[in-house]
Nanobody, 115 residues
């Protein structure tokens, strides 16, 4: 069982930056991947960024070049650095950990970008 706790959300102006953190209750080194999803009001949850056990990363087209996912195995924490934020980035951001075939989810953190 892995418990995930997100932090770092908040209100920021367009063009600003935020860094989200996802602290895991156990070791993340052996997990298949750590991922960030987001869900805007009235929209489906979407994958924003993913980082595999080996450190390979993937991003949604909408955030490429602006967001960076990383992890610190020693701290059992994953991060999402978000730069050049846009109003359309406004959503609840969820941390996800995949330990195949089980998915673990955090409670989510609100990110609001004002224009």
């Amino acid at each position: 069982q892995v418990q995930l706790v997100e932090s770092g959300g908040g209100l920021v102006q367009a063009g600003g930056s935020l860094r989200l953190s996802c602290a895991a209750s156990g070791s993340i080194a052996s997990l298949n991947s750590m991922n960030w999803y987001r869900q805007a009001p009235g929209k489906q949850r979407e994958l924003v960024a993913a980082i595999t056990r080996s450190g390979s990363t993937t991003y949604a087209d909408s955030v490429k070049g602006r967001f960076t996912i990383s992890k610190d195995n020693a701290k059992n924490t994953a991060y999402l650095q978000m730069n050049s934020l846009k109003p359309e980035d406004t959503a609840v951001y969820y941390c996800n950990a995949l330990a195949w075939p089980v998915n673990y989810w955090g409670q989510g953190t609100q990110v609001t970008v004002s224009s």
